[in-house]
């Protein structure tokens, strides 16, 4: 029947082997699955659902990140952190300007010094432990250590104010939230429902983070006696009279410390969620590409952070890669985005980093410790949590103090 009507028009096509036919199919369904698998590996640019498009571009994240754009974070992406009132969570780029103004001061460089005292009386808490465990030869379980340590130092700042339940704020001690409450913010914006969201995850974002960088750093350094008999050599070079905490001022001076510690956010990629931003008002441009407005556009720091071309043998610690040659280091620095870049960059990071050379500083120069029963694996992501965790029957980072 269908020949007929074939035949009718005029417009039999040649009859063609069947062999060719299959053949043909073949070749058509290999180029297009290549086409995917190369859209989905290769190209820099991937839709990742209909909503979302992903970016694996290291030049493009600052433009993406860039303090002019005006861009939202992706709500429905956002969402698990169920904590819209927060700075963090915050989606509307204005709202977002003004909530974070209120918080800028308390995390400036020259507060955040004023908090090292704080800090200082956390570093020797774990001291004290770390002590009682090598007394005891029992087992650390620094991992976790590391856990109580930075939510204990936040713990001075950020979430005091939890405990006085907005009944009176008057008493409470001179904390990030007090800040908001002496701002200039309007009364909607303090409400307890939003101190509540906002120490959340303040309290969150500051020890997942920090405590994640903490393990990297030490299991790294443990797996390398040159690299700990480098760092104890400059620390004991500093200050032999150890009856006086070492200073977080003269710690910064010291340039292997400092290279462990940029290497150490390097390679631990605390922060593993893809980060999505939205353009509310206009298409934006990537190379070749338009993309509509309101569509979500993704990028994840660890695409930057193990990108071979950038840090060669980047799932190596090397920290020696940030030592050296001045131009070298500048252009690597380029593309060490820990922190983030721009308008939502980590507003912690003057406090995280103070937290991070005054643990590794006085843990590496009064200690000795080995690993024990940890491998590189217990720590590597397995799951993204937007923080990143190890497999779930890893028991983390543990030590035996020497
Ligand atoms: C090694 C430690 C840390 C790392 C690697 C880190 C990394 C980051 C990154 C990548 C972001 C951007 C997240 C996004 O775009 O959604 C961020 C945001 C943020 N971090 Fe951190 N962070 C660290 C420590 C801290 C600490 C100690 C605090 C708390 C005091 C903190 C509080 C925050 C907050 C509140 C935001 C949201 C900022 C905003 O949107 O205005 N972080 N952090």
Known sequence: MAGEVIAMTGCLPPRL??????????????????LIVYRLYLSPIVRISPNEVHINDPEYFAELNSNTLKLDKYAWYYGFAAAAGS?????????????????????????????????????????????????????????????????????DSAASIVSSKGRTLENAKPTVLQEIYDSDLPASEKSVSRFFQEAQTLTIAGTET?????????????????????????????????????AYFDLQKLPYLAAVITEGLRISDSVAGRLPRVN???AMRYKSFEIPAGTAISMSI?????????????HEFQPERWLGDAAKKQALEKFMIAFSRGPRNCIGMNLALAEMYL???????????????TKEEDLTIAHDFFMPFGPSDSKGLRVKVL
């Open 210 to 246: 920090t405590s994640n960088t903490l393990s990297f750093t030490t299991f790294y350094l443990l797996s390398d006696p040159t690299k700990i008999e480098l760092l104890k050599r400059e620390l004991i070079d500093m200050k032999r009279d150890l009856s006086q905490p070492l």
């Open 359 to 373: 643990v590794i500083g006085t843990l590496f120069r009064n200690f000795d410790m080995r690993l024990f029963d």
């Open 87 to 155: 700075g963090f969570g915050t989606v509307s780029s204005d709202l977002h300007r003004i909530r974070r103004n209120a918080l800028a001061k308390y995390f400036s460089t020259s507060n955040v010094s004023h908090l090292e005292p704080f800090i200082q009386k956390w570093v020797a808490k774990l001291c004290s432990r770390l002590k009682e465990h090598r007394q005891d030869a029992k087992v650390v379980d620094l991992s976790n250590a590391y856990r109580c340590f930075a939510q204990d130092s936040l713990k």
């Open 302 to 314: 660890r695409d930057i952070h193990f990108n071979e071309s950038i840090f060669s043998s980047a």
């Open 280 to 282: 509310r008002n206009a």
């Open 17 to 34: 082997p069947p062999g060719l036919v299959a053949g043909t199919f073949v070749v058509v369904a290999v180029l297009a699955s290549t």
